[in-house]
C-alpha cells in the first residue's frame, strides 16, 4: 500500500501501544506520523507541524476526542483537516455524535491494519481534492476580480471621456475639470481637519470625491451644444432644459451600478450629479433640497465649481471669487464649508 504521497497524520492517543502500532500502519502506507499523547499536545502540534489528517481516540482524560474535533472544526485554520474517531466502543449514538461534530469518519478497534489504510487513503484523497477546489476557486476570484477592476477601469475611462465632450459642448476651459477635482479634494481635506465636520469625511472618501468631481457635469452630455454657449439671456424653455441635466448625469452614472466598491465611487458620483445644483437655502434644483439635505459631496462640489468658474473662465482673482462667494454664503452654499473654503483658498489652484 505504499505510494508516493508524503502526507503528515497526527495521531491522538493517550495509550502508548496505540500509538506505536498506528505509527507503524501509517509509516507503511509511505505516509509522515506524528504522534500526541494528549488533545493539547495535539493542538500544539497542530500549529507547527500541519498535518493533512488526524488519527484520534475518544476516550482520553482532560481532553477527549470529541472536544479536539469540536475544538479544531471551530478555527479557520483547522477546520478543514479531516478528523478520523478510534474507539474501542462501536454505540451507534457514538459514532452519530462524532459526525455531528463534523468528524470524517469511524473506525473501531481492534485495529485492522487494511482497514485503517483504506480509511485514511480515502479521507486523504478527498483532502486533496477539497484543498485544490479551494485552490481553483481562490484562483478563479483573483481572476474575477481582476477582470472587473478591468472593467471598472474602462468605464471611468468611459465616463471621463463623456465628461469631457460634456465639458466642450458646455465651452469650459480644458483645464477645469482637473482643477475641479483637486480643489474638492484640498476642500474635502480642509473640511476632515474641522470639528464642524469630524467623522464626517474619510481618506478613503476623499480620494473618491476628487476622481468623481469631474463627472458632476456629465449630464450636459444631454442638452443642446446650442443652449449651453448660448451668451444671451435663455428662454423660461430653455432654461428647463438645462434644469434636467442634474437627473440626465445621475440616471446615466446610475446604470452603471455593478458592485459594491464601483458602487462607492458612482454613488458619490451620482450625488455630485444630481444635486450640485441644490442650495442651500432650498431654491436650487432639481429637487429644491435645503441645508444638511443636500449630500455633502454635493456641497463640496458646488462651491468648487463656482470657485473654478469664477477663477477660470470669468477670469476674477482668488480675492474678487471669494468675495462674491461670500455673498452668496448661507444661499447658495454652506456658510460653515465656505469659511473653511476661506481659510484654506491659498491651497487652491
Not at 49 to 59: A, F, G, K, N, R
Not at 254 to 281: C, K, P, T
Amino acid at each position: 500500500m505504499k505510494t508516493t504521497r508524503k502526507a503528515k497524520i497526527l495521531i491522538v492517543d493517550d495509550v502508548e501501544i496505540n500509538r506505536y502500532i498506528l505509527k507503524e500502519i501509517i509509516e507503511d502506507m509511505g505516509d509522515i506520523p506524528i504522534t500526541a499523547e494528549s488533545g493539547k499536545m495535539a493542538l500544539e502540534l497542530m500549529s507547527k507541524e500541519h498535518p493533512q489528517l488526524v488519527l484520534t481516540d475518544i476516550s482520553m482524560p482532560e481532553m477527549d476526542g470529541y472536544e479536539l474535533c469540536r475544538i479544531l472544526k471551530k478555527n479557520e485554520e483547522t477546520k478543514n483537516i479531516p478528523v478520523v474517531f478510534i474507539s474501542a466502543f462501536d454505540d451507534p449514538e457514538d459514532i452519530v455524535e462524532g459526525f455531528s461534530l463534523g468528524g470524517e469518519d469511524y473506525i473501531t478497534k481492534p485495529f485492522i491494519p487494511e482497514v485503517i489504510q483504506a480509511r485514511v487513503g480515502v479521507q486523504l484523497r478527498l483532502h486533496e481534492m477539497q484543498e485544490q477546489l479551494i485552490e481553483t476557486n481562490r484562483r478563479l476570484q483573483v481572476s474575477v476580480s481582476e477582470q472587473l477592476e478591468q472593467m471598472e477601469s474602462e468605464k471611468k475611462k468611459i465616463l471621463y471621456a463623456m465628461a469631457n465632450v460634456a465639458a466642450q459642448n458646455a465651452d469650459y476651459e480644458e483645464e477645469h475639470m482637473k482643477r475641479l477635482g483637486q480643489n474638492c479634494r484640498i476642500l474635502a481635506q480642509g473640511m476632515q481637519l474641522s470639528p464642524m465636520f469630524e467623522g464626517q469625511l474619510s481618506d478613503t472618501q476623499i480620494d473618491t470625491i476628487e476622481i468623481a468631481a469631474p463627472l458632476c457635469d456629465i449630464g450636459n452630455i444631454g442638452i443642446p451644444k446650442e443652449i449651453l454657449q448660448k451668451r444671451e439671456k435663455l428662454t423660461q424653455e430653455e432654461t428647463e432644459v438645462i434644469e434636467k441635466h442634474p437627473d440626465v448625469g445621475a440616471n446615466l452614472l446610475g446604470d452603471l451600478q455593478v458592485n459594491n466598491d464601483y458602487n462607492d465611487f458612482i454613488s458619490i458620483a451620482i450625488d455630485m450629479a444630481r444635486f450640485h445644483h441644490e442650495n442651500w437655502d432650498g431654491s436650487g434644483y432639481p429637487e429644491g433640497l435645503k441645508g444638511e439635505k443636500i449630500p455633502l459631496a454635493a456641497q463640496i462640489v458646488s462651491i468648487m465649481d463656482r470657485y473654478c468658474a469664477l477663477t477660470g473662465e470669468k477670469a476674477y482673482s482668488r480675492e474678487e471669487a471669494l468675495e462674491v462667494m461670500k455673498e452668496e454664503a448661507g444661499i447658495k452654499f454652506n456658510p460653515d464649508i465656505y469659511n473653511i473654503c476661506y481659510k484654506i483658498s491659498r491651497q487652491f489652484c
